[in-house]
């Protein structure tokens, strides 16, 4: 579509330097087949060219080395005055030109598909997309923003810019402050994807494995209400469904309390956290069909990557009340990785200390 722009059927894992890990990961799975909303990536060059159009890069660069990394307010002074020079500075034609191009068209497409006239008032997620994060051996420190229901090719290009601007969050200033020029320079390339709102009904998350013991012959989902943001920020106490793998076969579930859950804001931009009436708080947000829908879709995404995958999802209702799955996200699942790695770590610690005093005995230096 240009420079600027790819669509989501455009790339795939390997484009991940140009368009960053979300990004390419859904590319990876419109390209497998998998349910997936429409969408497109303002690639990483758009935001290297916004930096090179003016001296923006070198007053990011020296904020960021400037910085007292042990000085709480020295972070916080970083981060506004960065983010004040990338919603400041002005956006080079030609990519703001794309972008409500790319914008448009999508909105143009989903509205002929959904039998609406506002074609400039379709709504879409705009998600950072950094190349640092959502791979196999970590993610990236500084978790920038997404935005929810956004509507209009104005508030998209706004959106877009405050992504940008969600790479100087104080920790993310930290972060890069730390490291060597070259390295810090590569994690503050960023994407982002503009993605058409899943308009869920129910959302949450997938773990190809148990997320409690590594346990590779299980799937667990954690669902609730509204949008996905309560569950992925912790807002609320999900239900929780535990499957095997073989079948897949349904074998325990918790029903939890779900308070309140996120829903379109009733102008129609942006979302509100609000309360879920009694009727709804206590009863499963699943039914037994939709929970094995769940887990044979994430056993295909499992199978298409080879290896256990944290997933996210929403579940939007047809005109017949029929749950549709569409992916938000798919990631590999580094959770139990990790705490596999620290525990072998304490045991080799352990052992190396227990035969460090084994040896000690042996040559009497013990009392």
């Not at 009863?283 to 037994?288: F, K, R, T």
Request: aromatic share 6%.
């Amino acid at each position: 579509m240009g420079k600027y722009i790819k669509k989501f059927d455009e790339v795939k894992s390997v484009d991940r330097p140009s368009v960053g890990g979300k990004c390419a990961s859904l590319g990876e799975m419109v390209q497998a087949g998998l349910p997936v909303p429409d969408g497109f990536a303002v690639t990483v060059d758009a935001y290297e060219d916004f930096r090179d159009n003016s001296d923006l890069r070198a007053e990011l660069r020296n904020l960021v080395f400037g910085v007292d990394r042990e000085n709480s307010a020295s972070l916080q002074d970083a981060h506004d005055r960065a983010v004040s020079l990338v919603l400041g500075r002005e956006l080079p034609a030609a990519i703001e030109s794309e972008i409500r191009e790319a914008y448009l068209a999508l909105a143009k497409d989903a509205a002929g598909r959904r039998g609406i006239d506002d074609a400039d008032r379709v709504p879409v997620a705009v998600r950072s997309s950094s190349v640092d994060e959502d791979g196999d051996a970590a993610s990236f420190a500084g978790q920038q923003e997404t935005y929810l229901w956004v509507v209009g090719e104005d508030d998209v290009v706004a959106k877009v810019r405050e992504c940008w601007a969600s790479l100087y969050t104080p920790q993310a200033i930290a972060y890069r402050a730390g490291m060597s020029e070259t390295d810090a320079t590569e994690a503050s390339k960023i994407s982002v994807a503009v993605q058409l709102m899943a308009d869920a009904d129910v959302a949450g998350v997938t773990f190809t494995v148990s997320p409690r013991t590594g346990d590779r012959s299980v799937i667990a989902i954690n669902a609730s209400w509204g949008l996905g943001q309560s569950v992925v920020s912790g807002e609320v106490t999900p239900d929780e469904f535990w499957l095997t793998k073989i079948g897949p076969t349904l074998t325990n579930s918790r029903i939890a309390t779900k308070g309140h859950e996120y829903v379109p804001a009733p102008d129609g931009s942006g979302v509100l956290f609000r309360e879920v009436e009694e009727a709804r708080r206590d009863i499963p947000c699943l039914s037994d069909a939709e929970v094995l829908q769940l887990a044979e879709i994430s056993l295909r995404v499992e199978e298409h990557y080879g290896c256990p995958q944290d997933i996210e999802w929403a579940l939007e209702r047809s005109a017949d009340g029929t749950g549709v799955v569409m992916l938000l996200q798919s990631r590999p699942e580094t959770n139990w990785k990790k705490r596999k790695e620290e525990k072998s770590k304490r045991t080799s610690t352990a052992t190396s200390n227990l035969l460090g005093f084994v040896s000690a005995a042996a040559k009497g230096h013990t009392r």
